[in-house]
């Protein structure tokens, strides 16, 4: 209902690229209004920017990784973090990892068309959670599968990709990502959401992943997932940079349905996880293991930064400060002021022992 009426009030037959700008403007304004009205501190934005750089020049592959408290951590901290006031579909170049139940719904309720109205034109790829849907969804033929504004661009990419590489057709590209094993422990890892990703790193892509899979409720890290492992282990050229920030808690709390302006963040965004390290631990066949040790070691830099983070929230002075932040010098103690003493008396020899004269 909701697409009708923006094509008769826009004098549109589909969804043109105006159409798109519009929905996903009027969907980014609380976001931009709220960005505006929040405090960010930001330390080690020269590593995000020149990985975003490498991505649109070179066309690598680009994964960043953080923690995650609020349902909108993305996109409302990393536009924050990009700068960017003019926010719609174009100015958002990189493509969100949400839960598919939250932000693109089965139902035909007005809120759960309201939802796909604006999610459709935001740069997502859904995940399924069993928690929510019961069950992992995998097709039986990806391409087929594949949604969204972008869809022919996206499959005509696919093609090129796959006759580059020697292969059949778009659909054997696909299969190269699913992962071997037991179909209901590898449902989760063969889900469409979890090839797109795979398949949209490798052609060029941003991604952005929370490898907790949820939101944190107490301001403690909680576990990563594999499944950002796996995208890593099938992208070996692109880069994983991640990131640690706290204060979104407040700005969008849980439950909460609107976003609370005047609020703190504190951002800390570290460099790219050598890959070497991460060329290491592909090595061998893709198993869940080998995606559980890849999302460890995108999150141990995560883990490094949080006591950063938190105690510059918390306004405490961390324990270890990091060498892109500017160092204080240190605090001499003060030396303590001497009373001047009165002369000693001048001593005398004589038979009987020395004797003390006056002070002259």
């Known amino acids: 209902m909701y697409g009708k009426v923006a094509h008769i009030l826009l004098g549109l037959t589909a969804m043109s690229r105006l159409e798109r700008r519009i929905r996903s403007g009027i969907l980014a304004t609380p976001f931009v209004a709220t960005n505006a009205l929040t405090r960010h501190e930001i330390f080690g934005r020269e590593h995000l920017l020149a990985a975003v750089e490498r991505n649109r020049r070179e066309g690598r592959g680009l994964i960043t990784v953080s ?3 609020s349902l909108f951590d993305d996109p409302m901290l990393i536009a924050a973090l990009l700068g960017i006031h003019d926010f719609n579909v174009e100015t958002k170049y990189w493509w ?14 007005l809120r759960d068309r ?23 969804p995998v097709p039986e033929r990806y391409l087929d599968a594949i949604s969204g504004f972008d869809r022919d661009e996206l499959l005509a990419r696919i093609e090129r990709r796959a006759a580059a590489l020697g292969l059949e057709d778009g659909e054997r590209y696909m299969q190269r990502y699913v992962t071997a094993g037991d179909p209901e422990l590898t449902a989760s890892l063969n ?24 939101r944190s409720r107490n301001l403690e890290l909680g576990t990563p997932k594999r499944g950002v492992g796996k995208v890593i282990y099938h992208c070996p050229d692109a880069e994983v940079l991640p990131f640690c920030f ?16 005047l609020q703190r963040v504190v951002v800390f965004i570290g460099e ?43 306004r405490r002075r961390p ?8 160092q204080r010098p ?31």
């Open 67 to 69: 923690n995650h408290q």
């Open 330 to 360: 240190p605090v001499r103690p003060s030396r303590p002021r001497i009373q001047p003493q009165p002369p000693a008396p001048r001593l005398e020899r004589d038979a009987n022992g020395p004797s003390p004269l006056p002070a002259d």
């Open 96 to 109: 969100s990892t949400p839960c598919q139940t939250n932000f693109s719904p089965d139902g035909r309720s």
């Open 319 to 326: 324990l270890v400060t990091p060498f892109w932040l500017p």
């Open 246 to 261: 706290c204060g979104m808690h407040t700005v969008l709390p849980v439950g909460a349905v609107l976003p609370r302006p």
């Open 191 to 214: 889900q469409l959401g979890m090839v797109e990703a795979c398949a949209r790193v490798d052609l060029g892509f941003w991604l952005h992943f929370f490898p907790e899979a949820t």
């Open 114 to 136: 309201f939802v796909r109205y604006f999610s459709d034109v935001s740069n997502m790829v859904f995940f399924a959670r069993r928690g929510k849907t019961g069950r992992y």
């Open 272 to 314: 790219p996880v050598p890959a070497r390290k991460l060329e290491l631990l592909r090595r061998g066949a893709p198993s869940p293991e080998r995606f559980e040790a890849l999302a460890s070691a995108a999150w141990e830099p995560i883990q490094s930064l949080w006591p950063l983070a938190l105690a510059r929230y918390q």
